[in-house]
């Protein structure tokens, strides 16, 4: 089964083949962060008219790197929430539309489901039961994967998300938005062990908070500047440290109390080197079976939304013209 696979929930304007839920035979990823950072975040109206400007040369890339066309898909399915709603409404009438001129059936995919399970496009993918952790710009969140289509939230974060704790940081440090790269890439020169953040592991369940670990950034700053150099390099580390410490920390202890022996990460922030490297080897210490996806599978793309649509179609749901966007649709 051919899906077409579009994204259009926040700032990135994706589309992908897929083939039967595994196989990527395209995948196409257009991104507005250059429109974007001069406002150091995403302006939602900018982002809904790019995605019109966008999304059908995009749909047509993908098409054409795939080597098929609309006749070949049968079935469309698009992100349908959670995000912004105007973004979110681009990609839905563009999914109604393509669905109209052609008889395809689509349906409405969640993004959240679509970033669990953009792991199964590697070679290598569990198959539930596994602890899935997304980490991305809106969400940080602990979810057992019973079954394809069976979510039960474990845990999540009490305030920030942790990509939004790195972007508010990287502006905090005057660095680009985006933050998580630029700032991935400074810490790896730094001293991880140079300034000793909070790590808040609020109490005896899965959730976390980084609230207090930004404050702390900008107190720092306050107290000594802005730092250059080596010492920014070393806050940067230090910064990651205390990130990527309490992600992994949360995720094994979770896997341990939960009975789980299958972990995966996922969303834009698992693209960061350090997380990644922590997460690997804390589970190996304890014989869990850590499932990384490759850095272009973690930030959004159209291809992990074709997955997730064919699970949903698999489950027997269908798009029809009633279907609304919904920018807090809870998986
Ligand atoms: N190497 C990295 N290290 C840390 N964070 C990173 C890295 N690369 C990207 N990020 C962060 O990932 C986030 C973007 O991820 P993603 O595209 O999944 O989020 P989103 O789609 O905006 O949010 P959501 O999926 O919750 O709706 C940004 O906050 C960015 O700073
Ligand atoms: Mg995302």
Request: include cysteine; charged fraction near 20%.
């Amino acid at each position: 089964m051919l899906v077409l696979g579009l994204e259009t929930s926040c700032d990135e304007t994706a589309a992908a083949v897929v083939e039967d839920g595994r196989r990527a035979l395209s995948d196409v990823v257009s991104t507005q962060v250059d429109i974007h950072r001069r406002w150091g975040g995403v302006v939602p109206e900018l982002a809904s008219r790019n995605h019109i400007v966008q999304v059908l040369p995009v749909v047509h890339e993908a098409l054409t790197r795939a080597n098929k066309t609309l006749d070949d898909v049968d079935l469309i399915a698009v992100t349908s929430g959670p995000g912004l709603i105007g973004a979110l409404l681009v990609g839905v009438q563009v999914a109604k539309g393509l669905s109209l001129a052609t008889g395809k059936p689509f349906v409405g995919a969640n993004h959240l489901e679509g970033h669990l399970l953009a792991i199964r496009l590697l070679e290598v993918a569990p198959e539930p039961p596994f602890l899935g952790l997304v980490v991305s710009g809106g969400h940080t969140s602990l979810y057992e994967v019973q079954a394809y289509g069976q979510y039960r939230l474990v845990g999540s974060t009490r305030d920030d998300a942790a990509g939004e704790a790195y972007d508010k940081t990287a502006r905090i440090l005057g660095l680009p938005y985006p933050g998580g790269q630029p700032i991935d890439q400074l810490a790896q020169q730094g001293n991880p062990e140079a300034i000793r953040f909070p790590r808040a592991l609020p109490g005896d369940n899965f959730d976390v908070s980084f609230s207090g670990l930004k404050t702390a950034v900008l107190h720092h700053v306050q107290k000594h500047g802005v730092p250059q150099g080596q010492a920014l390099a070393d806050l940067c580390a230090s910064f990651q440290e205390a990130v990527a410490d309490v992600l992994s920390k949360k995720l094994v202890a979770a896997a341990r109390r939960l009975g789980h022996k299958q972990l995966v990460l996922c969303g834009g922030v698992a693209a960061n080197s350090r997380l990644r490297a922590l997460c690997q080897a804390r589970a190996e210490e304890r014989g869990l079976n850590m499932f990384l996806p490759p850095v272009r599978l973690c930030t959004d793309n159209g291809a992990m939304i074709a997955v997730a649509g064919y699970e949903a179609y698999r489950r027997g749901l269908r798009g029809d013209f009633r279907l609304a966007a919904d920018p807090a649709w809870r998986m």
